[in-house]
């Protein structure tokens, strides 16, 4: 019987994590979430933990642990019969290790995306605020410029996204990221990618998802051995 496959995308704001995770989701067969879309749904929900993240969110600040895991683990608990990918989570050593605890991770992705790069891609970036649809005006821009391709909604840029505020997100990204990828690479599981183009990265990211993603997922998802 095939088992379940987990995997989880990292990267810096900007890396193409979102981009890449859609591929994966449509080529495999994998159960796509991403906590960025599930705060921005609670935000535009305007829900008590909506509330409780826009002032992290909107400032670019990492919410806090109890709240991610508060937000992700029942998600992933739902899916037991399914594969999954998460996208941007989990993004701290805390997160991390709550969700070790209920399940075994098969794979994570790590992008490793220059600096200049992820500057050049975010300063092109508009975004949809009440989906959180993101456009790129060089790499996927929308059909009317300014303009969302299904509402029609005006476009808008994030103050976080300018160079200072950005150069700050992406140091403490590091920070941050860095026992998460070292805790990854100590369980073997842990693949890094670098480049500037995410058309260059994706073909070696497919290649090596075909390696290890055989047949449709049919088991559930068992916790670790401890
Ligand atoms: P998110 O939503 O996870 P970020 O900031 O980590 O947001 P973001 O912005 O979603 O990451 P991405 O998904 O890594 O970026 O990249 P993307 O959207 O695919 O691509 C970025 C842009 O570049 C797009 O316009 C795309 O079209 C373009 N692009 C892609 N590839 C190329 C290319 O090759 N060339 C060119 N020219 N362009 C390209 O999190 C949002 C906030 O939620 C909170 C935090 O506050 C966070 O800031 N949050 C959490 N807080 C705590 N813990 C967690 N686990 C959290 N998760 C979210
Ligand atoms: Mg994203």
């Given at each position: 019987m095939a088992k379940l496959f987990r995997a989880a995308i990292m990267g810096p704001p900007g890396s193409g994590k979102g981009t890449i995770s859609k591929r994966i989701a449509q080529n495999f067969g994998l159960q796509y979430l991403s906590s960025g879309h599930f705060l921005r749904e609670g935000i535009a929900a305007n829900t008590e933990a909506g509330l409780l993240v826009k002032s992290y969110v909107e400032r670019g600040l990492l919410v806090p642990d109890h709240i991610m895991t508060g937000l992700m683990l029942p998600r992933l608990e739902q899916l037991t019969s399914h594969s999954w990918l998460l996208d941007g989570?989990?993004?701290?050593s805390g997160q991390a290790l709550a969700l070790n605890a209920v399940c075994q991770m098969d794979l994570v992705i790590s992008l490793n995306i220059p600096f200049e790069t992820l500057r050049e891609r975010l300063s092109d970036r508009w975004i949809h605020?009440?989906?959180g649809r993101v456009y790129n005006m060089g790499f996927n821009p929308p059909?009317?410029?300014?303009?969302?391709?299904?509402?029609?909604e005006p476009l808008i840029q994030h103050d976080d996204d300018k160079p200072e505020a950005l150069l700050a997100r992406l140091r403490h990204y590091k920070d941050v990221a860095k026992p998460v990828i070292d805790l990854y690479k100590s369980l073997g599981i842990l693949h890094q990618f670098s480049g500037t183009d995410t058309n260059r990265i994706w073909p070696h990211i497919n290649s090596l998802l075909s390696t290890k993603i055989h047949t449709p997922p049919l088991t559930a998802c068992q916790p670790p051995m401890h």
């Amino acid at each position: 019987m095939a088992k379940l496959f987990r995997a989880a995308i990292m990267g810096p704001p900007g890396s193409g994590k979102g981009t890449i995770s859609k591929r994966i989701a449509q080529n495999f067969g994998l159960q796509y979430l991403s906590s960025g879309h599930f705060l921005r749904e609670g935000i535009a929900a305007n829900t008590e933990a909506g509330l409780l993240v826009k002032s992290y969110v909107e400032r670019g600040l990492l919410v806090p642990d109890h709240i991610m895991t508060g937000l992700m683990l029942p998600r992933l608990e739902q899916l037991t019969s399914h594969s999954w990918l998460l996208d941007g989570f989990p993004r701290t050593s805390g997160q991390a290790l709550a969700l070790n605890a209920v399940c075994q991770m098969d794979l994570v992705i790590s992008l490793n995306i220059p600096f200049e790069t992820l500057r050049e891609r975010l300063s092109d970036r508009w975004i949809h605020p009440a989906s959180g649809r993101v456009y790129n005006m060089g790499f996927n821009p929308p059909c009317v410029q300014g303009r969302d391709d299904i509402s029609g909604e005006p476009l808008i840029q994030h103050d976080d996204d300018k160079p200072e505020a950005l150069l700050a997100r992406l140091r403490h990204y590091k920070d941050v990221a860095k026992p998460v990828i070292d805790l990854y690479k100590s369980l073997g599981i842990l693949h890094q990618f670098s480049g500037t183009d995410t058309n260059r990265i994706w073909p070696h990211i497919n290649s090596l998802l075909s390696t290890k993603i055989h047949t449709p997922p049919l088991t559930a998802c068992q916790p670790p051995m401890h």
